[in-house]
């Protein structure tokens, strides 16, 4: 029975992968490594909560390896830790995919619906979407407690969040902002400032350029230009930049001098001369519109880029233009309501939205002769993030947090933060620095509800918990299955200031305080005592079995060590732990943050389910694999864009068989053989080695270094590009050198192999988990009796000392070995031919490795010397360069290059008739001194000659060479065993092949070697 499970020629990664798992499962290999790492030092980390709105795409799948692969390596090293997952359960993410199941398009058809059946629905597709993430992250290879998970919208996370906002209000930071803000018609609600950035399509909006007559200036207008039209009822004023020229065109329009520079103008007049102007609105006749008297503004920020530098103002429809009527007390008039429709004192706008509009208004405006110019303009333009409808400015009443008395506190907290790439703390700093007040309300329905009760006597009441709310409450408690609407809605309590019943406010809070407060109410932060499924109450009563830990807990386990999000979570979930932490503690949550960007399709363009050029994580992991996968992601630098698909996952896969295929060289010569490994030989070889051996041993050691000091600093581009170097190494290095050690059973060769395959297994693990597992079984667990069942089992393999002597020997060995290659291929001979001399020069730590080099070029002897004296330079000056630098002394420069009087400084200058020249300034070509019978190649100070002439003998090992190749590919097609024994007939012409008739039968394995009266070799099994 052999050693090793026999490997086929390339890996079904998808059938290896479901092995592996059903095995971990069977054997419970995740619990028993919780167990063992039990009680030993504490890695706290962090999970941000995924949607539980969708299946995974595969960009979820980039963030889930990143964290699984820490976790496991920090396990590996004997940590304990929480292994604690996420699920965001609340918001509108989740009621637009509950919208769209149901058909509903409008906040008027939720509440014909019903809320409460919306909110049950909307519980609904949490539990199947997190189940369905659960399992797909479990096929990823993410070890986690998936029995222990939580949710956004239990009551116990929400009663956290309550004590936040209660915090906030004692600290005087909250308060009601009535603003214009940035509005999702569809959604119905406002949007914050951090849910903006990045959320910006390529729009094409109409461009308007529209005439205001000024009143007592007969045939004079002021010009204003706009792209949004719907807006243009709602105007009240017009702003112009005083100390910008205006003039006044012959047609009788105003416009900015600066934007019409080629024009004709009749008067010219600083802008601060126009100020004070009355004019004409474009619909004074809208009952909107009674009494406004439309004038002139002067507004210093007016551009002078775009448009005619007289700007139209709508204070009810741009944030910008609602300051300025605070700065010149302008009247505000909000045109449409939360669904983004026009109200009904607009007249023939009423009940249209401000799409809807566009047409009449144009319409409207070209009838009255006051439409100058209509087009059309493409333009970056806001969408909510949620369901891509264009934005709308409107007025609203919203809840914020004043953020200035914080804002030091954050960034101070940011401070002690280690970011992975560090140039991302200075992103958050910046991000903190502007950043707005927090609009922390929504209109929405399935969501955080705001905790505030205000009073008509002035005050507001804020509930902090539960408890209080019972204890305060004056209706609705017996009806209150959980802390949502409507439930929520008909609880009444008791003011604290007079006593009088009052209701919460209809809004629920941003979904970014559901996640940013984890860190407190996961780990039971002021919590006195321990409560079994304490997460299992409101929406997660059934569905997360986690408990409520106590606060010695939250002191052991915060803040986290670690915590991994892509980039965009800066100004979301790290902004909002970070601030919900600082107001609760003064301290940052998280003490390292490991961050990425976007994954884009393997074109560079974005992914988007309507383009058709989305992936599935469930289709990627089927397609692909998932140690594929976590290659890409973990190969990527963080810091760049993702291209990912499927041309490169194949890339992949062809870069893995070099590992399979070496581990499979191992298994079939050890098989053959009947090599059986120790698992001692892990922690230090017992056995005589050879110096290529050492060199091997030495090299896995570095491995083992190298990986660990990647991982330690959260980098794995640093593990991969360690790892694929280690094993070009092992296969195009060792074991091509040592090959014909394996076929004559050197059991020092087997155990160097076994011992370096198997270490570096455990160092990718965490990378590979099942590539690694599966190695693992068949080179380790199942021949070794006293071996872990698990890679995982097995602690983290620690780096022995490292021979960097020997190491640097060798690396200087390839790289003659590589330049020599390169010599040989100039000359156009093949690299099976042998040669007569190869000289080295600037290589001195390999001259104990001549005869390597030797049998690896195929040259009959190496020497270390002067290289250079078998090379002949030619230099020319390089006239493009120096014939402007030179002039007149060009041809006596030539003339000495020509004739080698010139000599080189130690940095490669030419000294020439009184010139230094650098080397980019000289065309340098280099042959041998006999013409073609030397080839030559040079870098990074090290130089090769080789002598291409060949003789007899030579010319005869060339063909024996080229025999022995053709002869084993036929034993390859003809489908033999590696071991089997074969009768060889060569034709009677290759007779003076004879005396070589031992080494052809050696290469080939046959038992006799005749010759005949064929045309081709031939070859039977003997």
């Given at each position: 029975m052999?050693?090793?499970r026999?490997?086929?020629?390339?890996?079904?990664?998808?059938?290896?992968?479901?092995?592996?798992?059903?095995?971990w499962?069977?054997?419970?290999?995740f619990?028993?490594?919780r167990?063992?790492n039990s009680?030993?030092?504490t890695?706290?980390?962090?999970?941000?909560?995924?949607?539980a709105?969708?299946?995974?795409?595969?960009?979820?799948c980039?963030?889930?390896?990143?964290?699984d692969?820490?976790?496991?390596?920090?396990?590996?090293?004997?940590?304990?830790q929480?292994?604690?997952?996420?699920?965001?359960?609340?918001?509108?993410?989740?009621?637009?995919g509950?919208?769209?199941d149901?058909?509903l398009?409008?906040?008027?058809?939720?509440?014909?619906?019903?809320?409460a059946?919306?909110?049950?629905?909307?519980?609904?597709?949490?539990?199947?979407?997190?189940?369905?993430?659960t399992e797909?992250s479990?096929r990823l290879g993410?070890?986690?407690?998936?029995?222990?998970?939580y949710?956004?919208?239990s009551?116990?996370?929400?009663?956290?969040?309550?004590?936040?906002?209660e915090?906030?209000?004692?600290?005087?930071?909250?308060?009601?902002?009535?603003?214009?803000?940035?509005w999702?018609?569809?959604?119905?609600?406002?949007?914050?400032?951090?849910?903006?950035?990045?959320?910006?399509?390529?729009?094409?909006?109409p461009?308007?350029y529209?005439?205001?007559?000024?009143?007592?200036?007969?045939?004079?207008?002021?010009?204003?230009?706009t792209?949004?039209?719907?807006t243009l009822?709602?105007?009240?004023?017009?702003a112009?930049?005083?100390?910008a020229?205006?003039g006044?065109?012959?047609?009788?329009d105003?416009?900015?001098v600066?934007?019409?520079p080629?024009?004709?103008?009749?008067?010219r007049?600083?802008?601060?001369?126009l100020?004070g102007?009355?004019?004409?609105g474009?619909f004074?006749?809208?009952?909107?519109?009674?009494g406004?008297?439309?004038?002139?503004?002067?507004?210093?920020?007016?551009?002078?880029?775009?448009?005619?530098?007289?700007?139209?103002?709508?204070?009810?429809?741009?944030?910008e233009?609602?300051?300025?009527?605070?700065?010149?007390?302008?009247?505000?008039?909000?045109?449409?309501?939360?669904?983004?429709?026009f109200?009904?004192?607009?007249?023939?706008?009423?009940?249209r939205?401000?799409?809807?509009?566009?047409?009449?208004v144009?319409?409207?405006l070209?009838?009255r002769?006051?439409?100058?110019?209509?087009?059309?303009i493409?333009?970056?333009?806001?969408?909510?993030?949620?369901?891509?409808?264009?934005l709308?400015?409107?007025?609203?009443?919203d809840?914020?947090?004043?953020?200035?008395?914080?804002?030091?506190?954050?960034?101070?907290?940011?401070?002690?933060?280690?970011?992975t790439?560090?140039?991302?703390?200075?992103?958050?700093?910046?991000?903190?620095?502007?950043m707005g007040?927090?609009?922390?309300?929504?209109r929405?329905?399935?969501?955080?509800?705001?905790p505030?009760?205000?009073?008509?006597c002035?005050?507001?009441?804020?509930?902090?918990?539960?408890?209080?709310l019972?204890?305060r409450?004056?209706?609705?408690?017996?009806?209150?299955?959980e802390?949502?609407?409507?439930?929520?809605?008909?609880v009444?309590?008791?003011?604290?200031s007079?006593?009088?019943?009052?209701?919460?406010?209809?809004?629920?809070g941003?979904?970014?305080?559901?996640?940013g407060?984890?860190?407190?109410?996961?780990?039971?932060?002021?919590?006195?005592?321990?409560?079994?499924?304490?997460?299992?109450t409101?929406a997660?009563r059934?569905?997360s079995?986690a408990?409520?830990?106590?606060?010695?807990?939250w002191?052991?386990?915060f803040?986290?060590?670690?915590v991994s999000?892509?980039?965009?979570?800066?100004r979301?979930?790290?902004?909002?732990?970070?601030?919900?932490?600082?107001?609760?503690?003064?301290?940052?949550?998280?003490?390292?943050?490991?961050?990425?960007?976007?994954?884009?399709?393997?074109?560079?363009?974005?992914?988007?389910?309507?383009?058709?050029?989305?992936?599935?994580a469930?289709?990627?992991?089927?397609?692909m694999?998932?140690?594929?996968?976590?290659?890409?992601f973990?190969?990527?630098?963080?810091?760049?864009?993702?291209?990912?698909?499927?041309?490169?996952?194949?890339?992949?896969?062809?870069r893995?068989?070099?590992l399979?295929?070496?581990?499979?060289?191992l298994?079939?010569?050890?098989n053959?053989?009947?090599f059986?490994p120790?698992?001692?030989?892990?922690?230090?070889?017992?056995?005589?080695l050879?110096?290529?051996?050492r060199?091997?041993v030495?090299?896995t050691?570095?491995?083992?270094?190298e990986?660990?000091?990647e991982?330690?600093?959260?980098?794995?581009?640093g593990?991969v590009?360690?790892?694929?170097a280690?094993v070009?190494d092992?296969?195009?290095?060792?074991i091509?050198?040592s090959r014909?050690?394996?076929?004559?059973?050197?059991d020092?060769?087997?155990r160097?192999?076994w011992?370096?395959?198997a270490?570096?297994?455990?160092?990718?693990?965490?990378v590979?988990?099942?590539?690694?597992?599966?190695?693992?079984?068949?080179?380790?667990?199942?021949?070794?009796?006293?071996a872990?069942r698990?890679?995982?089992?097995a602690?983290?393999?620690?780096?022995?000392?490292?021979?960097?002597?020997?190491?640097?020997?060798?690396?200087a060995v390839?790289?003659?070995?590589?330049l020599?290659?390169?010599?040989?291929s100039?000359?156009?001979i093949?690299?099976?031919?042998?040669l007569?001399?190869?000289?080295?020069?600037?290589?001195?730590?390999?001259?104990?490795?001549?005869?390597e080099?030797a049998e690896?070029?195929r040259?009959?002897?190496?020497t270390?010397?002067?290289?250079?004296?078998?090379?002949?330079?030619?230099?020319?000056?390089?006239?493009?360069?120096?014939?402007?630098?030179?002039?007149p002394e060009?041809?006596?420069?030539?003339?000495?290059?020509?004739t080698?009087?010139?000599?080189?400084?130690?940095?490669g200058?030419?000294?020439?008739?009184?010139h230094t020249?650098?080397?980019?300034?000289?065309?340098?070509?280099?042959?041998?001194?006999?013409?073609?019978?030397?080839?030559?190649?040079?870098?990074?100070?090290?130089?090769?000659?080789?002598?291409?002439?060949?003789?007899p003998?030579l010319?005869l090992?060339g063909r024996?060479y080229?025999?022995?190749h053709r002869?084993?590919?036929?034993?390859?097609d003809?489908g033999?065993?590696?071991?089997?024994?074969v009768?060889?007939?060569?034709?009677?012409?290759?007779a003076?092949l004879?005396?070589?008739?031992?080494?052809?039968?050696?290469?080939?394995?046959?038992?006799?070697?005749?010759?005949?009266?064929?045309h081709?070799?031939?070859?039977?099994?003997?």
């Amino acid at each position: 029975m052999p050693v090793f499970r026999p490997l086929p020629s390339v890996p079904d990664h998808d059938a290896l992968e479901l092995e592996v798992l059903e095995r971990w499962k069977r054997e419970g290999t995740f619990d028993e490594l919780r167990a063992r790492n039990s009680g030993g030092p504490t890695f706290s980390f962090m999970d941000g909560p995924i949607t539980a709105n969708n299946p995974m795409a595969a960009h979820h799948c980039w963030g889930r390896t990143l964290k699984d692969v820490f976790q496991r390596y920090k396990a590996m090293r004997g940590f304990d830790q929480r292994y604690q997952n996420g699920f965001d359960c609340q918001g509108l993410w989740v009621e637009v995919g509950v919208e769209r199941d149901l058909g509903l398009n409008s906040k008027k058809e939720i509440e014909e619906y019903g809320l409460a059946e919306f909110a049950e629905r909307c519980k609904e597709r949490v539990a199947q979407y997190g189940e369905v993430i659960t399992e797909q992250s479990k096929r990823l290879g993410m070890w986690m407690d998936w029995d222990n998970d939580y949710y956004t919208f239990s009551d116990t996370n929400i009663e956290y969040i309550w004590r936040f906002l209660e915090r906030v209000h004692d600290n005087g930071w909250l308060y009601v902002g009535h603003r214009s803000v940035e509005w999702c018609p569809r959604c119905g609600t406002s949007l914050s400032q951090h849910e903006l950035i990045n959320s910006y399509e390529e729009l094409t909006h109409p461009s308007l350029y529209v005439r205001f007559p000024l009143r007592d200036r007969e045939g004079e207008s002021l010009v204003v230009w706009t792209t949004t039209p719907w807006t243009l009822p709602a105007n009240v004023a017009a702003a112009v930049k005083p100390d910008a020229e205006y003039g006044l065109r012959a047609s009788g329009d105003w416009v900015a001098v600066a934007r019409y520079p080629e024009d004709e103008f009749v008067r010219r007049a600083r802008g601060e001369e126009l100020v004070g102007l009355e004019y004409e609105g474009p619909f004074d006749e809208l009952p909107a519109q009674a009494g406004i008297v439309h004038r002139v503004i002067p507004w210093d920020d007016v551009t002078l880029e775009d448009g005619t530098g007289i700007v139209h103002i709508a204070p009810g429809a741009g944030a910008e233009d609602f300051e300025l009527s605070k700065v010149h007390d302008l009247p505000v008039l909000a045109p449409i309501d939360e669904a983004g429709r026009f109200y009904g004192d607009y007249g023939e706008f009423e009940g249209r939205s401000t799409e809807e509009v566009e047409k009449p208004v144009v319409v409207e405006l070209e009838r009255r002769g006051r439409l100058v110019e209509h087009g059309s303009i493409t333009h970056r333009y806001p969408v909510c993030w949620r369901c891509a409808t264009p934005l709308v400015f409107r007025i609203a009443d919203d809840w914020l947090i004043s953020c200035d008395e914080i804002r030091d506190q954050m960034l101070a907290a940011n401070a002690t933060v280690e970011w992975t790439p560090a140039f991302y703390s200075k992103r958050m700093d910046d991000w903190l620095r502007n950043m707005g007040d927090w609009n922390i309300s929504r209109r929405r329905y399935f969501g955080l509800p705001l905790p505030f009760y205000p009073c008509a006597c002035g005050r507001l009441n804020v509930v902090g918990s539960l408890d209080e709310l019972r204890e305060r409450a004056t209706a609705g408690l017996v009806q209150l299955q959980e802390l949502h609407r409507p439930w929520i809605d008909e609880v009444t309590i008791r003011c604290d200031s007079c006593g009088e019943d009052v209701r919460r406010v209809p809004e629920v809070g941003d979904a970014w305080l559901d996640a940013g407060i984890v860190p407190f109410s996961t780990l039971g932060w002021e919590n006195d005592e321990w409560v079994e499924g304490g997460h299992a109450t409101g929406a997660a009563r059934g569905l997360s079995g986690a408990d409520l830990p106590d606060h010695a807990y939250w002191e052991k386990w915060f803040p986290a060590d670690w915590v991994s999000e892509m980039r965009e979570q800066i100004r979301l979930w790290f902004y909002s732990q970070s601030f919900m932490s600082v107001t609760l503690t003064g301290r940052s949550p998280y003490n390292a943050v490991l961050t990425y960007e976007k994954l884009l399709d393997e074109t560079g363009r974005e992914m988007h389910r309507s383009w058709g050029n989305s992936i599935d994580a469930a289709e990627a992991l089927d397609s692909m694999g998932a140690d594929v996968m976590r290659w890409m992601f973990c190969e990527q630098v963080p810091s760049q864009n993702l291209k990912f698909g499927y041309g490169p996952a194949n890339e992949i896969k062809r870069r893995l068989l070099t590992l399979w295929n070496s581990v499979a060289f191992l298994v079939t010569y050890a098989n053959i053989e009947s090599f059986r490994p120790r698992y001692a030989d892990l922690a230090g070889l017992d056995a005589e080695l050879k110096p290529l051996d050492r060199w091997l041993v030495a090299r896995t050691q570095q491995l083992l270094r190298e990986a660990e000091q990647e991982y330690e600093r959260y980098w794995t581009p640093g593990v991969v590009r360690a790892f694929d170097a280690f094993v070009d190494d092992l296969s195009n290095w060792y074991i091509r050198r040592s090959r014909r050690r394996f076929y004559s059973d050197d059991d020092a060769a087997f155990r160097t192999l076994w011992h370096a395959v198997a270490q570096a297994s455990r160092a990718i693990a965490p990378v590979l988990p099942f590539l690694a597992e599966h190695l693992w079984q068949n080179l380790v667990a199942d021949p070794c009796d006293d071996a872990p069942r698990s890679v995982f089992l097995a602690p983290w393999p620690e780096a022995g000392e490292v021979d960097e002597q020997l190491l640097a020997e060798v690396a200087a060995v390839r790289r003659v070995v590589e330049l020599g290659r390169q010599a040989r291929s100039t000359s156009g001979i093949k690299l099976r031919q042998p040669l007569r001399r190869l000289v080295v020069e600037g290589a001195p730590s390999a001259e104990g490795h001549a005869e390597e080099i030797a049998e690896e070029l195929r040259v009959k002897e190496v020497t270390f010397g002067d290289a250079k004296s078998f090379v002949r330079f030619r230099v020319k000056p390089d006239l493009r360069k120096l014939g402007p630098k030179l002039g007149p002394e060009l041809p006596k420069v030539r003339s000495a290059l020509e004739t080698f009087d010139f000599e080189q400084d130690d940095e490669g200058n030419f000294l020439v008739a009184g010139h230094t020249l650098s080397q980019d300034e000289v065309l340098i070509d280099k042959t041998g001194p006999a013409g073609a019978e030397w080839a030559h190649a040079q870098d990074d100070g090290v130089t090769v000659a080789v002598d291409t002439r060949l003789d007899p003998e030579l010319e005869l090992e060339g063909r024996v060479y080229d025999l022995i190749h053709r002869l084993n590919s036929m034993r390859k097609d003809a489908g033999l065993e590696l071991t089997d024994r074969v009768r060889v007939t060569l034709p009677k012409s290759c007779a003076e092949l004879e005396r070589h008739r031992e080494w052809i039968a050696r290469e080939v394995l046959a038992v006799e070697i005749r010759f005949g009266d064929v045309h081709q070799p031939q070859l039977e099994q003997a």
